[in-house]
T-cell receptor, first 110, second 113 residues
Framework: GQNIDQPTEMTATEGAIVQINCTYQTSGFNGLFWYQQHAGEAPTFLSYNVLDGLEEKGRFSSFLSRSKGYSYLLLKELQMKDSASYLCAAQSGGSYIPTFGRGTSLIVHP | DTAVSQTPKYLVTQMGNDKSIKCEQNLGHDTMYWYKQDSKKFLKIMFSYNNKELIINETVPNRFSPKSPDKAHLNLHINSLELGDSAVYFC????????????FGPGTRLTVT
């Protein structure tokens, strides 16, 4: 079966850097996504990794190691508006089925 | 312009009733999805359609029946609603079925009493 693990909650200070880890166990893995979801809102796409390495996009970066079944989302220069849930999703199989983790609730405080 | 829209936004109904949720996307995407997000915020895929054809059907009770009249619409009909069906249902779309960069609708909060 598919299994995605990520921490339930993290806290960080405004202006700091935070790393949210995600480990996955899937058969037929073919890509890893990160989404941001503010309370009461829909998830929004942040990043997609299919090859090993770091993908940088502004203040957000995402890393993937396929051999270790591991990814992280790095958020730099944290802002209060970054307080949200961050969802890791592994895509697998011929139908590219996405399996989501339960999300990491990030709280940014002044 | 709304990219992915769902109606209604809120739905309160009694056990045993039948209800439908509608979804439309104006992004020209080929693939659409239905997700259920429970009270613990766990987002789980229910169905996926690619160009009106069903490609993913996860373990979902057959009381749930998706219908895609065209590739811009994917509706969800639920028969004989149960308390456990209470959740937020998200519709989403992606350009193709092999890349899950998904665009989500605003969600429909279903409460079954």
């Amino acid at each position: 079966g598919q299994n995605i693990d990520q921490p339930t909650e993290m806290t960080a200070t405004e202006g700091a850097i935070v790393q949210i880890n995600c480990t996955y166990q899937t058969s037929g893995f073919n890509g890893l996504f990160w989404y941001q979801q503010h309370a009461g809102e829909a998830p929004t796409f942040l990043s997609y990794n299919v090859l090993d390495g770091l993908e940088e996009k502004g203040r957000f970066s995402s890393f993937l190691s396929r051999s270790k079944g591991y990814s992280y989302l790095l958020l730099k220069e944290l802002q209060m508006k970054d307080s949200a849930s961050y969802l890791c999703a592994a895509q697998s199989g011929g139908s590219y089925i996405p399996t989501f983790g339960r999300g990491t609730s990030l709280i940014v405080h002044p | 312009d709304t990219a992915v829209s769902q109606t209604p936004k809120y739905l309160v109904t009694q056990m045993g009733n039948d209800k439908s949720i509608k979804c439309e996307q104006n992004l020209g995407h080929d693939t659409m999805y239905w997700y259920k997000q429970d009270s613990k915020k766990f987002l789980k895929i229910m169905f996926s359609y690619n160009n009106k054809e069903l490609i993913i059907n996860e373990t979902v009770p057959n009381r749930f029946s998706p219908k895609s009249p065209d590739k811009a619409h994917l509706n969800l009909h639920i028969n004989s609603l149960e308390l456990g069906d209470s959740a937020v249902y998200f519709c989403a779309s992606s350009p193709t079925s092999d890349r899950n960069e998904q665009y989500f609708g605003p969600g429909t909060r279903l409460t079954v009493t």
